[in-house]
């Protein structure tokens, strides 16, 4: 699977953006993504509004090494639902884009 490239052109090449209105274990949640880990999660809708990011409207956010809640701190390493429905990994901050 890829991102779209739409996707891609809103995340900052310096690693520091937010991913808006994300389903966690315990509801939606804005997440803050800094230098490749998980740096906050705060009620979604909290998050500066012009900060740069990716609304995921409602799409999951999980991590990929354990069935564990995503907690501030954690590695970047996650499990993104893009708003069409469509999974993509998320390693250390930065969505894959496809592989050969």
Do not use: Q
């Amino acid at each position: 699977m890829n991102a779209p490239t739409c996707c891609l052109a809103r995340i900052p090449a310096n690693g520091k953006f937010w991913l808006k209105n994300a389903r966690v274990h315990d509801g939606l949640r804005d997440i803050r993504i800094e230098n490749g880990r998980v740096r906050a999660l705060v009620p979604a809708g909290e998050s500066p509004c012009c900060a740069p990011g990716l609304d995921l409207d409602g799409g999951g956010v999980r991590r990929m090494d354990a069935d564990a809640p995503v907690m501030a701190g954690d590695p970047a390493d996650l499990w993104v639902t893009l708003c069409g429905g469509r999974t993509v990994p998320m390693l250390a901050g930065k969505l894959e884009t496809a592989k050969t």
